[in-house]
């Protein structure tokens, strides 16, 4: 066991407890961390520090924290050979936050395009904390020495930020050999990367939608995805194409159908080439509830069983504390602070 944790190349990624995850969360990451978890040794955290960063209700915070480490499990995440842990519970990622953010220029920073788009939607109220949000990102990855971060398309730039401030801000800066901090690369599948809203196909699936039906929802009843699929934003044409730039829903649609159904796009193209929306919407709502049923069911059992979560956050948290403790006496120590008894 010991030389096989040497040997394998680490992951790290999480996802915000904010509210219901959705088909873009799964397909564009937690499938693939269920995909990458035999090969890597793979940290997952639920990042409930960054979901404070918009307004939040307190009531709600804890519980969908464990609601979304049970659904990790629940999506096929072996807790026995990954470590799954609640952010907030490492304090370390706080105190390399404030040390990255004492390093980043903050022109760097005013270029995140997500910062842009979610400040317009909080209108008067952005916060601070929204502004850091990629740097708590960025001391998230770096803290664990992650080799790989597997996430959607959506948060390359966040990838980037980190290897910049690790490369150009902390091992250029405060070491000869330029070895504090391990470089981390993303994996980002082809596929499934960028699942787009139901409503709208040129605007990405997301949780701070506030329209309810531009998302399917890990957790929907078959009732409430038969609604939203059905209210769907189709078009006038006959056959569900992927390349045509004019059908930006038919092609999202299909990508999620060929995903979940495990067929390939040239082989759902060629089914499909003269099926009507009608027809071609009654068999996707078929496979998404299909796809979507052992998950509800094994969230079910570990939803109800919060002794057994508990167990599994415990555990990771124990991992990760261990591995983030390391790299912070690391930093602090390069950058030159004082330690005790010496
Ligand atoms: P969050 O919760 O917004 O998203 C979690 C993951 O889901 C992916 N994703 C999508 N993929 C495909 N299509 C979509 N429509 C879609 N919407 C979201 C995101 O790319 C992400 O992989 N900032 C991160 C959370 C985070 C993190 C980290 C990730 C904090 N620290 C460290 C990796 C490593 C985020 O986007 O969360």
Redesign the pocket.
Known sequence: MKVEMQTKKRI?????P?GDL?I??W????NNWVTLQEQYETFL?V?DL?AITTAYDPKELSKNTLSTAALYVACGIDPKECSIFV?SQISAHSELCWILNCMTPINWMERMIQFKEKSIQQGNNVSIGLFD?PI??AA??LLYDADF???????KQ?LELARDIAQQRINAKFSKNKNILKIPQPIIMKN?????SLIDGSK????SDPNEGSSINLLDTPEIITKKIKRAKSDSYIGIEFNNPERAESRNLLMIYSILSGKEISQCENEFSETGWGTFKKLITEQVIESLSPIQEKYKVLINDPHQLNNILIEGKERADDLAKKTLKRVKSKLGFFEMGK
């Open positions: 790290l990624s999480g996802v915000q904010t959705h873009g969360n397909l564009g990451a937690i955290c990042v960054h952010q949000y708590l990102m998230d990855i971060v597997p996430v959607g398309e959506d948060q966040h499934g990367s960028k699942i787009m990405k699936m997301s949780k």
